[in-house]
């Protein structure tokens, strides 16, 4: 399965040529803000200059996935199709391995017919292989570690000693230097797994504190870093404000006012030039929150607003294939809450893990903005669901019908 879907993968780049990025804007398209830190890495510049121009060190993206890049860049050339090539091929593995954990959760919560059936949905689906063959970022890397952290998760309950737990605590650091979206699902994670061991008597508290240990190992010298560069702390990233800010302001709507954002704004760049990184998002944060406090029940409609996106995907009026695309995004989204609530109707236990990470990790982006492939790290889990459901109905079907 594993090798099927990455053959399919490395094909689909070599056929579509997805490894040739344009190349206008300096080829800003490849690879976007991480593109351009791999870049800034790769020529002995440090972890800078995220946009266009020399900007200074930055902490606007997690380190992880541009040091990626820029080890890419070191070998293969620095935005070549070699090095596209080998960054696709890359995401596609990580997007191939995924299949692995999506079979262990799925058998493990819902029995081998649904293992089998999400594995290869996965393997497969189109939309699934998008991301990983078109687009050099965390995307489908963030997909595998939360997949592989969900399923860690599940049988942590089974597992004794304490390598599990520094596995755990080994895992979930890599996670958040890779996306720190998906820390969200860390608090949920370590109490999921505590407990479980908990309700069969086994003691957890050794554990816990090995896994805090290596996580604090983990992100320590990245802290330690943004310290001594910015001169106060930064956790992990230091752009939360900016997307604040794009998201909540005059004019907003719900959607993402890119015309906003730096690498589109000529003015913004500047001002994020003459302030420095961190005193513009400071600013960018004091103007998002001003328009934020002048109205609750307006950002409340905002919030509402981007949740409707994430579930049933973005307006996009001038393309004929929107109504089909959002109609795709609006099935999948039934589809998952349907079998999530058909889970926990029939009292599957480990069913409460999905409702829990579908509710805590798109949290932030009803407060920022939603972009399609915000979705893709829970889409494994999704997908799951909704070939539960399916099954669940194939089964009724043959009961009615015998």
């Not at 307006?315 to 039934?334: D, I, K, T, Y």
Request: hydrophobic share 50%; proline share 5%.
């Amino acid at each position: 399965m594993v090798v099927i879907a990455f053959v399919l993968r490395f094909g689909y780049i070599l056929i579509g040529h997805t490894y040739r990025f344009k190349t206008i804007d300096d080829n800003f398209g490849f690879g976007f803000e991480m593109g351009r830190i791999g870049r800034s890495l790769a020529l002995g510049q440090g972890f800078s200059n995220p946009f266009a121009g020399a900007t200074g060190p930055t902490a606007w993206e997690p380190p992880l996935y541009p040091y990626l890049i820029a080890g890419v860049f070191k070998i293969f050339g620095i935005y070549t199709h070699a090095s596209a090539l080998v960054l696709l091929s890359i995401n596609s593995l990580f997007s191939a391995l995924t299949c692995i954990s999506i079979f262990l959760i799925a058998k493990r919560c819902f029995g081998e017919k649904v293992a089998v059936w999400s594995s290869w949905a996965w393997a497969l689906l189109p939309p699934v292989i998008f991301w990983c063959t078109r687009w050099v970022w965390e995307t489908s890397l963030a997909a595998f570690l939360l997949a592989v952290i969900f399923w860690l998760t599940l049988v942590m309950e089974d597992r004794n000693g304490v390598t599990p737990w520094i596995t755990f605590g080994l895992l979930w650091g890599i996670a958040a230097l890779t996306s720190t979206s998906m820390l969200s699902f860390l608090p949920i994670s370590g109490l999921w797994a505590w407990h479980g061991r908990a309700r069969l008597g086994k003691r957890s508290l050794g554990g816990v504190m090995a896994a805090s240990l290596i996580f604090a190992a983990c992100l320590t010298p990245w802290l330690i870093r943004n310290y001594r560069t910015f001169g106060q702390f930064i956790f992990i990233r230091s752009n939360l404000g900016s997307e604040l800010r794009l998201g909540n302001g005059p004019g907003a709507n719900g959607l993402w006012m890119d015309y906003l954002h730096p690498t589109k704004n000529a003015q913004q760049l500047q001002r994020y030039q003459q302030l420095g990184e961190v005193a513009y998002v400071a600013e960018r944060k004091r103007e998002a929150m001003a328009y934020i406090r002048e109205d609750y029940a307006r950002f409340a409609g905002l919030c509402f607003r981007r949740f409707l996106y994430y579930w049933s995907g973005l307006p996009h009026p001038q393309s004929r294939f929107a109504p089909f695309a959002n109609l795709l995004f609006v099935a999948s989204s039934v589809l998952a809450f349907w079998g999530l609530g058909r889970a926990l109707q029939k009292h599957r236990p480990r069913a409460w893990l999905f409702c829990w990470l579908m509710a805590a990790y798109p949290l932030a982006y009803y407060a920022v903005f939603f972009l399609p492939r915000y979705r893709h790290p829970i889409e494994p889990e999704l997908g799951i669901l909704m070939v539960y459901i399916i099954s669940e109905a194939e089964s009724w079907r043959r009961s009615v019908t015998s």
